[in-house]
């Protein structure tokens, strides 16, 4: 009985855990999306949707704005997860090279501006905890973070590109 009993508490317990989850969300970052969503949306309806169409087709024209300026820019501001939406800017046959970008540099990002990926922090600690054990520079290791991570999303985005525009073709072709 006392086993049934255990499998019972325990059946119930993983639930309450993810209600504790669900209610952690609906105070914590759902509230901050739904506000920076709002703030987007209010921008653009300000500034013009037409205007900021035509800068950010000016912005992604180019290959190298278009999977390094463009997604540093809207992990900077917009932070992780909703960095994301820049991506509605973009003409569709971009948008998978621009997704994996961006999310690319949400860990890159991480130890110049921690507010980007506060979540993912734990990660960029690790490696700082070690390379501090070895009396070397964390400055040093922020900076060449973020810049091994802007060679890597403009890589990631080009081959992303290049796979989208073939997959493109044969289903076209």
Excluded: W
């Amino acid at each position: 009985m006392e086993v049934l009993a255990n499998l019972a508490e325990g059946f119930i317990g993983l639930f309450e855990e993810g209600g504790k989850t669900f209610v952690g969300l609906v105070t914590g970052i759902l509230p901050t999306l739904i506000v920076l969503i709002t703030f987007v949306n209010a921008i653009v309806k300000i500034v013009g949707e037409e205007r900021v169409q035509k800068i950010a087709e000016k912005a992604t024209k180019n290959a190298v704005t278009r999977y390094t300026i463009l997604p540093l820019i809207s992990v900077f501001f917009l932070t992780n997860p909703m960095c994301y939406t820049f991506g509605k800017f973009l003409d569709e046959k971009y948008k998978p090279a621009f997704y994996d970008a961006a999310v690319s540099f949400v860990h890159p990002i991480t130890g110049l501006f921690p507010h980007a990926n506060s979540a993912e922090l734990f990660v960029y600690l690790g490696i700082a905890e070690g390379i501090k054990e070895l009396g070397l520079s964390l400055g040093q290791l922020a900076v060449r973070y973020f810049i091994v991570g802007l060679i890597v999303i403009f890589i990631r985005g080009l081959v992303t590109e290049f796979i989208t525009m073939k997959m493109l073709k044969k289903k076209q072709g």
